[in-house]
């Protein structure tokens, strides 16, 4: 499966929650889809978005959150999956794009092709994880996390396949977070 198929597939399923996502094609590939107000992109701040998924999660426990990072940025700041697991917000859904490159900057490969990032987050502490590898696969496994309490991780395993036409957010930072914040209420 592309990763532009994965994205096609969860994009559809968000309702209100508050999504931070992940630089790169990640967050481009999420704005093109379906831009909102709930949606904090990250610009240029490789493995941050994990710790601030965290940040809304624990500060909003009343609401699922989720992430939608990459594997890159996950093996970048791998302490954050175990921060994730002590903080436990039963909130939280945190779904990685894995296709085993930084596909933004060139295609070199990332260490998640010998390192199961979903064995990763089980190892610390993560309630429930689950890998899909079929597009198929990803409306029922989203839909069963996102009604568990979690942290929970929805591992999807895609080839390198975004578009490098496909293009950038085209709001300033500062708009993102003006917006996001205004979602959050």
């Known amino acids: 499966m592309k990763g532009t198929e994965a994205f096609e ?15 790169g094609f990640i ?21 941050l978005a994990s710790s601030i998924g965290l940040g809304v999660a624990v500060s909003r426990p009343d609401q699922k959150t989720i ?8 093996l ?12 436990a917000p039963r909130n939280l859904l ?22 199961a990032l979903d064995d990763v987050a089980k ?3 993560y ?5 899909v590898t079929e597009k198929e696969q990803i409306k029922s496994a ?13 591992l999807i395993k895609v080839e390198p396949s975004f578009d490098k036409a496909t293009g950038r957010v085209h709001h300033t930072p500062e708009e993102i977070t003006s917006r996001f914040m205004k979602a959050l209420g």
């Open 9 to 23: 597939e969860i994009i559809p399923l968000l309702t209100d929650e508050p999504v931070i996502h992940a630089n």
């Open 142 to 154: 989203y839909q069963e996390l996102i009604g568990k309490e979690g942290p929970s991780l929805l």
């Open 67 to 74: 992430i939608i990072d990459g594997d890159g940025n996950v």
């Open 94 to 115: 945190h779904i990685v794009i894995d296709n085993e490159v930084y596909e933004s900057t060139g295609r070199q490969g990332t260490l998640s092709s010998s390192v």
């Open 27 to 47: 967050c481009r590939e999420s704005f093109n889809l379906k831009d909102r107000e709930g949606n904090f992109y990250m610009i240029g701040s490789m493995g």
């Open 76 to 87: 970048m700041s791998m302490g954050t999956l175990a921060m994730i697991a002590a903080a």
């Open 127 to 131: 309630t429930h994880t689950k890998r």
């Open 123 to 125: 190892s610390v502490g």
